[in-house]
């Protein structure tokens, strides 16, 4: 195809859309604003605005030279360069010419906003910044702002804590970081701090993260044991976070202060935190030599040097101006100017100096030290002895510090206890020696022995030392022909000293069996006593059982009587004032009831006694009649016949009384 027909080719332009059109004669740049359609002369050509220039764009390519709108939300915002300089003009569809442009301006336009950019423009559409209360953000003034009194460049400090949602406004820019825009408060926490270094002068109030008063550019702050979140601001800076160093029990750093130059110990147990702005951290290195001479496996440079001191271990502390003895069990931590005394000691049987034994602990109980000593006795016989002292170290008005004054003790005290042992076997032959040798060389070091108590030892004035025990290990006489002779006397006098006990022992068993026998019959005779007096024991016992049942089962019965006499003579008295009591009661009941008969006849009528005999009479009457009848008849005569006969012989006979009684009587 033709490059006229290409350049004679419509254009479409879409709504919300727009181009650029450059005349090629006159260099102008018109703006088509869609929707609209571009037809290109043979003057014109599409352009674009790439790199600070315009270039042309091939028209047979419709991804190229036709730009969207630049749009942005309500939660964003755009940077747009170069602004009109006439803020009221604005591009209509279809085609506008060139505007005069504010070269070098930027302006914010926060959304939601859509519109074509000029010529010669440039836009950046950024999201709204959201921030939480330990985020914040960095603005910078790039131009003067009405109504702030800031200069250009001044940076100031969004708080998310204050903003939730931040859109810039003209003149001010969000600083970005590598990460974006949105930068992390410092968390402040107990056991943590923050090194600042103040970059610009100000006055800090008493209600912020940092201490009030005025600060100077270059002077660094430390901020700590505070909660909350630190937001940095256009004044300092922040040089680095701590972390508070956790130190155990009987552990330690080291710190310079920073103006005096001195160093100090900071022994735990503490979680410490250093302040860089008066002190730093010193370390403290040790040496692998150094390092097994205080018994350390392993030593932190970063903390201070702590040595285990055993239980019967000292170790003598020596600084620049002091010396202190440690007595162990006890850990010590060592200042840094501090070391431990090194004593060098010798060693091998018997104690040389060919190889000395380097250490800082001195074992001032229980220490034991071996040496070969070699003698020559009066009869001039040679021997090697071989002997164990027993060593502690006295503490003499508390003068712990002379245990260290000879650095090799073990050679002192060798040096000195093999002239005296030599001293002792001098004057003693090889006879004597061999039978004595413990007691002469104990007597030679420690004292001679007391009648109470142990021996006084052997003390030594220069460093304290106090030999209290020593043992004989091993004698050998050098000479072989002096060795035969000593073991084949010795081997006699075993032999003569077995035969004696032997018989000693035989005399010693006989004796035990006379005793025996003569304790075993001695036995007998005392059991058959026993026997004898237990017999007459259990007889007397038995007797005085039988006494004493009889005596209780006497007692017993005239306690039985006596009480049973006693009841009943009690009872009868009380039966027999009972019966007293009942006659009286009975008398006086019968005379009251007599008395009361008496007067009760004396009232009644004589015609109540003569009713009282009528009625008599006729039940009397009656009764004869009733059982007389059948007599009567038997007999041949009347019934009141009968009754007369009868009554006749009676005392109440057959008068007038007992006509009376009878009513059928004769008369």
Not at 117 to 140: C, F, M, N, P
Not at 177 to 191: E, I, Q
Not at 329 to 356: C, F, N, Q, W, Y
Not at 389 to 397: A, G, H, Q
Request: hydrophobic letters at 40%.
């Amino acid at each position: 195809m033709a490059e006229r027909d290409i350049r004679e080719r419509d254009i479409l332009v879409a709504s919300n859309e727009y181009a650029y059109v450059q005349d090629l004669t006159k260099g102008d740049i018109v703006l088509y604003v869609g929707p609209t359609k571009i037809s290109l002369s043979n003057t014109e050509r599409l352009v674009d605005y790439k790199n600070e220039r315009f270039v042309p764009v091939k028209v047979d390519d419709p991804t190229l030279g036709v730009s969207p709108f630049v749009s942005a939300s309500s939660a964003q915002y755009i940077i747009l360069e170069n602004p009109p300089r006439d803020a009221t003009i604005k591009p209509v569809k279809g085609s506008n010419t060139s505007v005069e442009l504010q070269m070098g301006r930027r302006v914010v336009v926060p959304g939601p906003a859509t519109f074509p950019l000029w010529a010669g423009q440039r836009a950046k559409v950024v999201a709204g910044h959201s921030l939480r209360e330990d985020e914040y953000l960095i603005v910078r003034i790039y131009e003067k702002v009405e109504g702030l009194d800031y200069p250009i460049g001044t940076e100031l400090l969004i708080e998310g804590s204050s903003v939730g949602f931040y859109v810039p406004r003209t003149g001010f820019e969000v600083v970005p970081t590598d990460r974006g825009y949105v930068r992390k408060a410092w968390r402040l926490k107990r056991g943590t701090g923050l090194h600042l270094r103040v970059v610009k002068p100000f006055t800090a109030k008493e209600d912020g993260a940092i201490p009030p008063g005025s600060y100077v550019a270059g002077q660094e702050i430390l901020v700590k044991d505070r909660e909350g979140f630190f937001f940095p601001t256009e004044n300092v800076e922040i040089v680095r976070q701590l972390e508070s160093i956790p130190l155990g029990e009987r552990e330690g750093i080291y710190l310079r202060h920073l103006e005096t130059g001195r160093i100090t110990t900071i022994v735990g147990p503490i979680n410490y935190l250093p302040d860089p702005t008066r002190e730093e951290v010193v370390t403290r290195a040790l040496d692998k030599e150094r390092q097994a001479l205080y018994g350390l496996a392993h030593h932190d440079p970063l903390r201070a040097i702590a040595v285990h001191v055993p239980p019967g271990y000292a170790v003598l502390v020596t600084g620049k101006k002091s010396r202190q003895v440690v007595v162990g069990p006890e850990i010590r931590i060592l200042a840094h100017d501090e070391d431990l005394e090194v004593l060098r000691l010798s060693t091998g049987t018997p104690k040389t100096d060919e190889k000395l034994l380097a250490t800082c602990f001195l074992q001032v109980e229980g220490n034991k030290i071996s040496d070969t000593v070699r003698l020559r006795t009066a009869d001039h016989v040679e021997m090697d002895v071989r002997v164990a002292y027993r060593v502690s170290f006295i503490r003499k008005n508390g003068e712990m510090e002379k245990w260290f004054n000879v650095r090799n003790y073990v050679d002192l005290l060798c040096d000195h206890l093999r002239s005296l042992v030599r001293a002792a076997a001098r004057g003693a032959t090889i006879d004597r020696f061999h039978r004595e040798s413990a007691e002469l060389l104990r007597a030679a070091i420690l004292g001679e022995k007391k009648a109470e108590g142990p021996r006084a030892g052997r003390t030594f004035e220069e460093n304290g030392a106090w030999v209290h025990d020593v043992e004989i290990l091993d004698v050998t006489v050098l000479d072989e022909s002096v060795e035969a002779l000593l073991a084949e006397a010795e081997q006699r006098a075993i032999q003569a000293e077995v035969a004696r006990r032997q018989e000693s022992l035989r005399l010693d068993s006989e004796r035990l069996r006379a005793d025996v026998d003569r304790q075993v019959a001695d036995a007998q005779i005392t059991a058959i006593t026993k026997a004898v007096e237990l017999e007459a024991a259990k007889r007397a016992m038995a007797l005085a059982e039988a006494e004493t049942a009889v005596l209780r089962d006497r007692t017993e019965r005239l306690g039985k009587a006596e009480s049973e006499s006693r009841a009943t003579a009690l009872i009868g008295a009380t039966r027999l004032d009972l019966a007293e009591r009942e006659a009286l009661l009975d008398r006086t009941a019968q005379e009251a009831r007599v008395l009361a008969f008496d007067a009760q006849m004396r009232a009644m009528a004589p015609e109540l006694i003569a009713t009282l005999k009528m009625l008599g009479n006729q039940q009397l009457t009656t009764a004869l009649t009733k059982h007389l009848s059948p007599l009567a008849i038997l007999g041949g005569e009347s019934v009141a016949e009968v009754v007369t006969r009868l009554l006749d012989g009676l005392p109440i006979g057959t008068g007038e009384g007992a006509r009376g009684m009878i009513p059928f009587a004769k008369k």
